[in-house]
């Protein structure tokens, strides 16, 4: 007995589109946000202590995950810089957030009409965990404590 030609077309053509899907979610994996969640990291060159340190950062530091090997991530900075940091030293539980120019100015509330907070460094780099979003501001919290709102366009979030 001959199958149906155009039906039995479809099932291969089915089959064929599984796969080739199948291997596209394996080759493709999307950019997940995560955070620094140790007091300081070490960003290497490659996978594992043997690789050169190329920058130490503090807690909070927000990067883009681009990949894996064993226990290191591969991760993008906000300037696009790709770096491996070892896995237990970061989280993906809450988003962070860093300052992405030199000099902003640090506010107790969410408007330019609240007065700037002293003492906290608005300076690139500067990384903190992010509380809230309130329209255009957010209210972030650094590593020792001290709460502020900055103004988003400010400020690289993941």
Known sequence: MRPNQPTFQIRILLVLLL??????????????ALCIKERRANLRKGPGLNYDKLWEVFRYMPFK??????????VQDLDGDIYWVHRRLTT????????KRDKIN????????YKKIKGIPGEK????????IKNNWVQVIDAWGDKAWVYRPLVWIK
């Open 19 to 32: 796969i080739i899907f199948g291997f596209t979610t394996l080759w493709i994996s999307p950019a997940e």
């Open 65 to 74: 995950q681009l990949g894996k090997k064993g226990e290191w991530i591969r």
């Open 92 to 99: 993906k539980s809450f988003k962070c957030a860093v300052i």
């Open 106 to 113: 640090l506010r107790r509330g969410p408007g330019t009409h």
């Open 125 to 132: 780099y500067f990384s903190m965990k992010v509380l809230k």
